[in-house]
């Protein structure tokens, strides 16, 4: 079996980093180099102080202190680190296109066949490539058709190897991953290149927990899977409405029928919407395939997961205005968490930002308090928004250091993001400091109902009436 001994991944982003972190500290004989066309992104993982790495994860920094500069590297050098691996990782941002066909639905390829080209252009000896990031299903024939018609005549065998970490858990999904999946073709040389890439996953992971499948099933599972997920959380979402309406509680409602082995407990925890670069995305992507392949029927259902998505981010929100007597013009809103969820400093598609949106429209004054989110961070996810110019942004919403100064003289607090020290306040404290009456809208389930209540908060749930 061919022996790995280079291994290059282009895109230090959430998964590349990572991933790549992660193998070269349980593979130590391998070289692992991580490269970017984004010089602060890999400057930031080059950071002397390990706090300043890009990405927040819990284990991460300790994991990057081990391995970088003994067998993990990170470079802006892209045509090096291609021409000295064996293996290249393609792990680059596959976003919703935002433009021309498939306007808002397809995922946006550019950034993959940019890669495809740059491999072409310089392997000089046969590479095994690895598509790490999301694709639609069949993007490997594209690949395939880049490198075989431009590349210097080398051979390449391309694999799909889709991630399935998820933010915040990174570190532990990827040392304990439920499963790796490799896809690739159904060749000699095929089975070869899947069985390098098993050897390397091998490392830390049982055998049995590496599946080999053909790239076209690899490619779609991974869409599938995300889209199972993300139709579980608006499943329950849709359930936590009707509970608002009949004195039910999804929690117990939750607890109920995930005791059913066949349905199970995981995922199953109603908020304001899930948030995320990818369930989104993801699920626009295998409508639009459906879609493409005639499938209406097929496409309207996935679709509804998005549809019930938006209705909960929406009716997060409106509950909010109709609740503060019907208008929030000039009310301070204090904002507990941005991140999509939290354990990460990511806001991509974070419910958080529409919900502000919804209540900037209505002319409310927000202050945010994200522990890991920077300023700089939440008024780019606005002004992407494009809704109002940058100025009234900056104008209606401050960001906050201290949570005690976002509570202070607050109308109302919304819990956007499930950051475990909301739990550890003193909400007391935060009762005595906001204008009176103190309405807290929890869109994560985070706090008790009947404490906050005997503190003399008007204290909404999400999910319970
Ligand atoms: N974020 C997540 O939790 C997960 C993401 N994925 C998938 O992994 C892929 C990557 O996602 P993230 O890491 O979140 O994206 P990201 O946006 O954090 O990172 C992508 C990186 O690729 C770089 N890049 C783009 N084009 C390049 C090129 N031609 N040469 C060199 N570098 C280039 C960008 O500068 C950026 O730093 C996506 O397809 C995503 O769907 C899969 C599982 C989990
Ligand atoms: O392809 C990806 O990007 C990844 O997408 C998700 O991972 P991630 O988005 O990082 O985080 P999740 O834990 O799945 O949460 C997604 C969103 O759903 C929300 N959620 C999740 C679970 C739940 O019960 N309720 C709920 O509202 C979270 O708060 C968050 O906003 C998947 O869980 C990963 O397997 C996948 O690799």
């Not at 892209?78 to 935002?98: G, L, R, Y």
């Not at 009176?436 to 869109?443: I, N, Q, T, Y």
């Amino acid at each position: 079996m061919k022996k790995i001994n280079k291994i290059c991944c282009i895109g230090a982003g959430y998964v590349g980093g990572p991933t790549m972190s992660v193998i070269a500290q349980q593979c130590p004989e391998i070289k692992v180099t991580v490269v970017d066309i984004n010089k602060e992104r890999i400057a930031l993982w080059n950071s002397e102080d390990l706090d300043k790495l890009p990405v927040y994860e819990p284990g991460l920094k300790e994991i990057v202190g081990e391995a970088r500069d003994r067998n993990l590297f990170f470079s802006t050098e892209v045509d090096q680190a291609i021409d000295e691996s064996e293996m290249i990782f393609i792990s680059v941002n596959t976003p919703t296109k935002t433009y021309g066909k498939g306007k808002g639905q397809a995922a946006d390829l550019k950034f993959i066949e940019l890669c495809a080209r740059d491999i072409a252009r310089v392997a000089k000896t046969d590479k095994i490539v690895v598509e790490k990031s999301t694709l639609p299903v069949r993007t490997a024939e594209a690949i395939k058709s880049i490198l075989e018609n431009t590349g210097n005549g080398v051979n390449f065998e391309i694999l799909s190897n889709p991630e399935f970490l998820a933010e915040g858990t990174a570190i532990d999904d990827l040392l304990n991953a439920d499963r790796v999946l490799i896809g690739g073709a159904e060749t000699e040389a095929g089975q070869e290149a899947k069985d390098a890439l098993s050897s390397v996953y091998e490392h830390w992971l049982p055998k049995e927990r590496i599946l080999q499948t053909n790239v076209w099933s690899s490619e779609l599972s991974k869409l599938v899977a995300n889209a199972f997920l993300a139709q579980r959380v608006s499943s329950i979402n849709s359930i936590s409405a009707l509970c608002e309406k009949t004195d039910a509680n999804v929690a117990e409602v939750s607890r109920a029928i995930g005791f059913d082995s066949r349905i199970g407990p995981k995922f199953l925890n109603a908020s304001v919407g899930f948030g995320g670069s990818c369930f989104q995305k993801d699920i626009l992507n295998l409508v639009y395939i459906s879609r493409s392949f005639g499938l209406e029927e097929v496409a309207d259902y996935w679709e509804q997961v998005i549809i019930m998505n938006d209705y909960q981010k929406r009716r997060f929100a409106e509950n909010i205005i109709s609740t503060l007597y019907n208008t929030v013009s000039g009310k301070k809103i204090a904002f507990y968490g941005w991140a999509f969820k939290k354990d990460t400093n990511d806001t991509r598609e974070s419910a958080a930002i529409y919900v502000a949106d919804a209540l900037l429209d209505e002319q409310a004054e927000i202050v945010v308090y994200d522990p890991k989110v920077t300023e700089e961070t939440i008024y780019a996810d606005l002004d992407y928004l494009k809704t109002r110019d940058p100025q009234e942004n900056r104008r209606l919403l401050k960001v906050v250091t201290d949570p005690m100064e976002a509570a202070k003289e607050a109308h109302a607090i919304a819990i956007l993001t499930e950051w475990d020290e909301f739990k550890e306040y003193d909400w007391q404290k935060v009762y005595e400091a906001m204008l009176k009456p103190a309405f807290v809208f929890d869109g994560r389930r985070l706090l008790d109902s009947d404490k906050m209540n005997e503190l003399g908060f008007k204290y909404y749930k999400i999910g319970q009436s």
